[in-house]
Structure formats: structure tokens, C-alpha cells
């Protein structure tokens, strides 16, 4: 290849970048000052002056006003309609619409208010012809913070005040188009270096960009990287004892889900001058994956970023290892045998999906891990295992965080956590009567949501409806034919109980001013006392069931 002139700008250039579009070219010169270059002629377009650049590379989009050659009639009249708009010179926005490329860039959109003006004037035709559209725009770190600027005009539309002077930044796109700069640290705390999160995409930017959280980082950092194919950023920096360079790895995934952290990193055997990500997503078979490091003396080295993923699998195999201890023990004090114990140890270790799942990095190992954890502590206190003094007080707030971790894993714990409360439900009298009530409740509920399905689509799901039906009947009829005695504690409390609540409700809402408030149950609407009154209706209605039954030998008031 030979070199072209392309164009020229005064000063000495440090730096060039080109977004993904093509739609510019951004100089910056060691004066600081950042110039954008249209890509065809090489005109300057226009000049910021900043502040100690340095980065520069994506922001994320932007909305732009653009249109087609051709598509204004008048574009005198429409230019000076556009500048009572949006302000500006109407002689430039006439000279961009008397272009001839496949789309003309008129003006770069500021805020929501502006754009919703704009849409205005083009809906009521003061401005037809032209359209909105999202644009690539070009982010700057420097010592105000974060600079935007629009390739369009080189114009600058955003500065966001981080605390701080910026020294890199990178977007990353998953979940929302976010920048993540680094920052020096805040004086008012104690840390050691700072990544700032700035949305420049989704809802969270829908007035401009916006600081969406900070993180603390082990040392100082410099240089930001984002890797799409591994969708995880990597910062430069220092170790946290500040002896030598070496390079952070955050996971970015935050919408919804886990915060973004900092999980690994690679200490270098030098202090780089230079690096560069050598990734390409689209060609997999030719990506290194790695990041290249270089010294001003010529030395070079790489850091494999495809091999990350031991930081977060080995959790996972940990998780499925403690699962192998913790089905042993469960089956030890369930069958009282040693040999069913380990047969089910031997079993678990040799399972292909438990192995499977543990290594591969996926959540379903930790929600194993804690529901069969909690399980086996349950089943010590149920049995009678575990007989120490304050063995109660001991395994339940443990029952409780394994349950909570499974749960904050996957939602599948919840069964689980349904499953232990009927447990505990059915060791007492009362407490089988509100297992039936809920089973019930629930077969009623969950069994038309099975069978609602559209016409001409079959029944639904009837194996669900009769295994539901089916619980539901067996609980009867073991609580018939196996019945456990009322405690007089359990009377008090089915007939007591419901009477005392609503009193409590009523007399709060007195307390409040809200006895007559409407709040809306659904398609019916309530007032506080009249779910008093239906609390202590239940209570009244518990002791006439009582009563009832009794004439039948059932029930607490039945003669023993």
C-alpha cells in the first residue's frame, strides 16, 4: 500500500481513532485539542480543546438528526426552521443538507426535551425531510471527567464530572450500552483506584449520560480494554502493594444480576508503555484471545484472557464436591445405615450430571449445594440426630442462610423451601390443618392455571391437576387415619388467633386515620375494618367447624 494525503491539522497528532462506522476521523494533539475530520474530504469538522486526554474510543450512541439528499425542497427555509429549534447557525445546517452522501448528518440530538422538540417540528412538517436516528459518538477521558463528543460536527454534547480525572475507558455492551473509565481515586476515601460506570445507552440515558455506579479497584488503574467475546473488561494497573503492573478482570453483568466485580488478575513482568487486546469475535478460529504488553526497551509480553474461567468454576466444583459430604450425611440419618451412605456418596460422585454441572461454571451447583445442605441439617433436628442443648438455635439460622443462598441462585429453591414448611406443618395438629387449607388453596389456584389454556389447544396440563388432587386427598386421609392431639395451646391459637389479629389491624388503622381507606384486592376493593372483621369472622367460623366435628368424633372438641 501507498500513502494518500488525507488531510492536515496544525499541531502534532498523539492520537487517531475512527468509530465502527466510519463516520469520522477524531485527531488528538499533544496541545490537547480534539479535532474531528470528515472521512471523505478531510475537512475539519470541528475542534474541542480539553484537558490532559487521555483515551479516547466508543460512547456508546447518540440521537442524530439526519436526512437524505433530495428529501428537503426549501433547504434554506428548513435550515432557519431548524436553528429556531435546536439554536445554531442556519448557513451550516444548509450546507450539510446540500451534500451527496447516502445520508446527510444535519445536527447531533441533546436530552430527551430536545429530541421530543424535534419529533414535534418533524411530525407538524416544519421540519420534513429530515428524521432521527441513533449514532455512534465518541467518548474522551481527561482531567474534567468524561468528554462526549459527536462525530457529526466535532462538537462536544456531554461532560460528566466523575471525581476525578479519567485515564482510560472502554464500552462494554453487554446487557446496556455502559463506559467504564478509570478514575483517580476519591481523597475522601480510602481506596486505591476507582472505575466509574457511566450508561450511555437504555433507559438509564434516556436524558444524557449518566453515572450509574463506582467500584473500587485493588490499586491504582490506567487503560480500560473491553472484550466482546468474552464480554468481561480489562483494566491496567497496579498490584495492590503498588510493586509492579499488572491487569484487573471485571465482570460486567449487572442488568439484572450480580454487581460488577473484580475476580482475577495477571501480574506482568514489566511496566508497559503500550498494550493492545488482540481479540476478534467474529473469526474465532483466528483469535488469540490474549492481551499484548510492550516496554519502551522492546520487551513484549502476553496474557491469555481465554482462560479466565477457572476463577469461576472452581466455586462451582467446590460447591459439587461439599454436595457429595453433605448427601452422605442426609442419607446416613435417614436410613441409619453407613453403607447407604457412602452408595449414595459413590452414586453422586459418579454422576454425570452432577459432574457436569459443577464444572461448568453454571448456578444450579450452588442451589444443590444449598437446599441439600439445609435438608440435612433439618433432617438431624427432625430425627433427633443432633441432640445437643442448642442444637435448635444452632441449625435454623443456618437452615435459613443455606435456603436464602439456594434461593438467591435460582428460583427454583423456593419448592424447597415450600417442601420444609409442610414439614414442619405436619408434626402439629393445627399445623397439618394448615398444610390441607394451603394445599387445597393451592391445587384450586395452580390447577385452573393448567387447564386454562386456549381453545382448540387440548386440556392443559391434567398429569399436573391430578398429582395436586392427589396430594391433596392422601394429606386428608392420613390426617383422618393417623390424627395427632390438639394441644390446648393450638385451640387457643386457631380460634384466638385470627379474633387478636383482626383487633390489631382494626385498632391500627383507627390509630392511623386509615379505618375507611380503600385498598384494591384484586378486582374487589376493602377497607382495614372490614378485613378486621373477616379476620375475626374466621376465628368464630373456627370454633363453629370445632364444635361441629365434634358431633362427628373429630376435632379438639371431641371426647378422647
Same mark, same amino acid.
Given at each position: 500500500?501507498?500513502?494518500?494525503?488525507f488531510?492536515?491539522?496544525?499541531?502534532?497528532?498523539?492520537?487517531?481513532?475512527?468509530?465502527?462506522?466510519?463516520?469520522?476521523?477524531?485527531?488528538?494533539?499533544?496541545?490537547?485539542?480534539?479535532?474531528?475530520?470528515?472521512?471523505?474530504?478531510?475537512?475539519?469538522?470541528?475542534?474541542?480543546?480539553?484537558? /490532559?486526554?487521555?483515551?479516547?474510543?466508543?460512547?456508546?450512541?447518540?440521537?442524530?438528526?439526519?436526512?437524505?439528499? %433530495?428529501?428537503?425542497g426549501?433547504?434554506?427555509?428548513?435550515?432557519?426552521?431548524?436553528?429556531?429549534?435546536?439554536?445554531g447557525?442556519? /448557513?451550516?445546517?444548509?450546507?450539510?443538507?446540500?451534500?451527496?452522501?447516502?445520508?446527510?448528518?444535519?445536527?447531533?440530538?441533546?436530552?430527551?426535551?430536545? @429530541?421530543?422538540?424535534?419529533?414535534?417540528?418533524?411530525?407538524?412538517?416544519?421540519?420534513?425531510?429530515?428524521?432521527?436516528?441513533?449514532?455512534?459518538?465518541?467518548?474522551?477521558?481527561?482531567?474534567?471527567?468524561?468528554e462526549?463528543?459527536?462525530?457529526?460536527?466535532?462538537?462536544k454534547?456531554?461532560?460528566?464530572?466523575?471525581?476525578?480525572?479519567?485515564?482510560?475507558?472502554?464500552?462494554?455492551?453487554?446487557?446496556? #450500552?455502559?463506559?467504564?473509565?478509570?478514575?483517580?481515586?476519591?481523597?475522601?476515601?480510602?481506596?486505591?483506584?476507582?472505575?466509574?460506570?457511566?450508561?450511555?445507552?437504555?433507559?438509564?440515558?434516556?436524558?444524557?449520560?449518566?453515572?450509574?455506579?463506582?467500584?473500587?479497584?485493588?490499586?491504582?488503574?490506567?487503560?480500560? /480494554?473491553?472484550?466482546?467475546?468474552?464480554?468481561?473488561?480489562?483494566?491496567?494497573?497496579?498490584?495492590?502493594?503498588?510493586? #509492579?503492573?499488572?491487569?484487573?478482570?471485571?465482570?460486567?453483568?449487572?442488568?439484572?444480576?450480580?454487581?460488577?466485580?473484580?475476580?482475577?488478575?495477571?501480574?506482568?513482568?514489566?511496566?508497559?508503555?503500550?498494550?493492545?487486546?488482540?481479540?476478534?469475535?467474529?473469526?474465532?478460529?483466528d483469535?488469540? @484471545?490474549?492481551?499484548?504488553?510492550?516496554?519502551?526497551?522492546?520487551?513484549?509480553?502476553?496474557?491469555?484472557?481465554?482462560?479466565?474461567?477457572?476463577?469461576?468454576?472452581?466455586?462451582?466444583?467446590?460447591?459439587?464436591?461439599?454436595?457429595?459430604?453433605?448427601? +452422605?450425611?442426609?442419607?446416613?440419618?435417614?436410613?441409619?445405615?453407613?453403607?447407604?451412605?457412602?452408595?449414595?456418596?459413590?452414586?453422586?460422585?459418579?454422576?454425570?450430571?452432577?459432574?457436569?454441572?459443577?464444572?461448568?461454571?453454571?448456578?444450579?451447583?450452588y442451589?444443590?449445594?444449598?437446599?441439600?445442605?439445609?435438608?440435612?441439617?433439618?433432617?438431624?433436628?427432625?430425627?433427633?440426630?443432633?441432640?445437643?442443648?442448642?442444637?435448635?438455635?444452632?441449625?435454623?439460622?443456618?437452615?435459613?442462610?443455606?435456603?436464602?443462598?439456594?434461593?438467591?441462585?435460582?428460583w427454583?429453591?423456593?419448592? /424447597?423451601?415450600? %417442601?420444609?414448611?409442610?414439614?414442619?406443618?405436619?408434626?402439629?395438629?393445627?399445623?397439618?390443618?394448615?398444610?390441607?387449607?394451603?394445599?387445597?388453596?393451592?391445587t384450586?389456584v395452580?390447577?385452573?392455571?393448567?387447564?386454562?389454556?386456549? @381453545?382448540?389447544?387440548? +386440556?392443559?396440563?391434567?398429569?399436573?391437576?391430578? =398429582?395436586?388432587?392427589?396430594?391433596?386427598?392422601?394429606?386428608?386421609?392420613?390426617n383422618?387415619?393417623?390424627?395427632?392431639?390438639?394441644?390446648?395451646?393450638?385451640?387457643? +391459637?386457631?380460634?384466638? %388467633?385470627?379474633?387478636?389479629?383482626?383487633?390489631?389491624?382494626?385498632?391500627?388503622?383507627?390509630?392511623?386515620?386509615?379505618?375507611?381507606?380503600?385498598?384494591?384486592?384484586?378486582?374487589?376493593?376493602?377497607?382495614?375494618?372490614? =378485613?378486621?372483621?373477616?379476620?375475626?369472622?374466621?376465628?368464630?367460623?373456627?370454633?363453629?367447624?370445632?364444635?361441629?366435628?365434634?358431633?362427628?368424633?373429630?376435632?379438639?372438641?371431641?371426647?378422647?
Amino acid at each position: 500500500p501507498e500513502p494518500v494525503e488525507f488531510g492536515q491539522v496544525d499541531g502534532t497528532i498523539k492520537r487517531l481513532y475512527v468509530p465502527d462506522d466510519g463516520s469520522a476521523l477524531i485527531v488528538v494533539t499533544t496541545d490537547d485539542q480534539v479535532r474531528t475530520l470528515d472521512p471523505v474530504s478531510g475537512e475539519v469538522l470541528g475542534a474541542v480543546q480539553l484537558e /490532559a486526554v487521555a483515551d479516547v474510543g466508543p460512547g456508546g450512541t447518540a440521537s442524530t438528526l439526519v436526512s437524505a439528499p %433530495g428529501a428537503v425542497g426549501d433547504p434554506h427555509a428548513l435550515a432557519s426552521a431548524l436553528a429556531k429549534v435546536i439554536g445554531g447557525a442556519a /448557513a451550516t445546517y444548509e450546507a450539510r443538507l446540500a451534500g451527496t452522501g447516502e445520508q446527510l448528518i444535519i445536527a447531533g440530538i441533546t436530552g430527551s426535551t430536545q @429530541q421530543a422538540a424535534i419529533q414535534k417540528a418533524i411530525d407538524d412538517g416544519r421540519l420534513a425531510g429530515l428524521s432521527i436516528t441513533s449514532l455512534p459518538q465518541v467518548a474522551v477521558a481527561d482531567a474534567n471527567g468524561l468528554e462526549l463528543i459527536n462525530p457529526t460536527d466535532g462538537s462536544k454534547t456531554a461532560t460528566v464530572d466523575l471525581g476525578g480525572a479519567a485515564h482510560g475507558l472502554a464500552l462494554a455492551t453487554v446487557d446496556s #450500552a455502559r463506559l467504564y473509565v478509570s478514575v483517580d481515586p476519591d481523597p475522601a476515601v480510602k481506596e486505591k483506584g476507582r472505575i466509574a460506570i457511566v450508561a450511555v445507552g437504555g433507559d438509564q440515558a434516556k436524558n444524557g449520560p449518566a453515572v450509574v455506579d463506582t467500584m473500587a479497584m485493588p490499586g491504582p488503574v490506567t487503560k480500560v /480494554a473491553y472484550d466482546d467475546a468474552t464480554e468481561m473488561v480489562h483494566v491496567l494497573g497496579r498490584t495492590p502493594d503498588g510493586t #509492579a503492573s499488572t491487569i484487573y478482570v471485571i465482570q460486567p453483568h449487572a442488568d439484572p444480576g450480580p454487581q460488577p466485580a473484580v475476580y482475577a488478575d495477571a501480574r506482568l513482568p514489566f511496566d508497559p508503555s503500550a498494550w493492545a487486546v488482540d481479540v476478534n469475535r467474529p473469526y474465532p478460529t483466528d483469535d488469540r @484471545q490474549q492481551i499484548l504488553v510492550f516496554d519502551g526497551e522492546g520487551a513484549t509480553a502476553s496474557v491469555d484472557v481465554r482462560e479466565h474461567e477457572f476463577a469461576w468454576r472452581l466455586p462451582g466444583v467446590l460447591a459439587g464436591t461439599a454436595m457429595a459430604g453433605f448427601l +452422605f450425611v442426609l442419607a446416613r440419618i435417614l436410613f441409619r445405615r453407613r453403607t447407604v451412605g457412602l452408595f449414595v456418596a459413590v452414586m453422586c460422585v459418579a454422576d454425570g450430571m452432577l459432574f457436569v454441572q459443577s464444572r461448568i461454571g453454571m448456578n444450579d451447583a450452588y442451589v444443590g449445594l444449598g437446599i441439600v445442605a439445609a435438608y440435612t441439617l433439618f433432617a438431624a433436628l427432625w430425627t433427633g440426630v443432633w441432640r445437643h442443648r442448642g442444637a435448635f438455635w444452632i441449625a435454623m439460622p443456618l437452615i435459613g442462610a443455606f435456603l436464602g443462598l439456594a434461593l438467591a441462585s435460582k428460583w427454583v429453591a423456593l419448592y /424447597a423451601i415450600v %417442601g420444609m414448611g409442610f414439614l414442619v406443618l405436619v408434626r402439629s395438629a393445627l399445623g397439618r390443618l394448615l398444610a390441607i387449607a394451603a394445599l387445597v388453596v393451592m391445587t384450586a389456584v395452580l390447577g385452573y392455571l393448567a387447564i386454562n389454556v386456549p @381453545q382448540g389447544t387440548g +386440556f392443559g396440563n391434567l398429569p399436573f391437576v391430578a =398429582i395436586m388432587v392427589a396430594l391433596t386427598v392422601v394429606a386428608v386421609v392420613a390426617n383422618v387415619l393417623h390424627p395427632l392431639r390438639w394441644s390446648l395451646d393450638e385451640i387457643r +391459637f386457631a380460634i384466638g %388467633g385470627p379474633v387478636a389479629l383482626g383487633g390489631f389491624v382494626a385498632l391500627g388503622a383507627i390509630g392511623l386515620g386509615k379505618a375507611t381507606a380503600t385498598l384494591k384486592l384484586g378486582p374487589a376493593t376493602v377497607n382495614p375494618l372490614e =378485613i378486621a372483621a373477616a379476620l375475626a369472622l374466621v376465628g368464630v367460623v373456627a370454633w363453629l367447624a370445632f364444635a361441629g366435628a365434634s358431633r362427628l368424633g373429630f376435632g379438639p372438641f371431641a371426647p378422647a
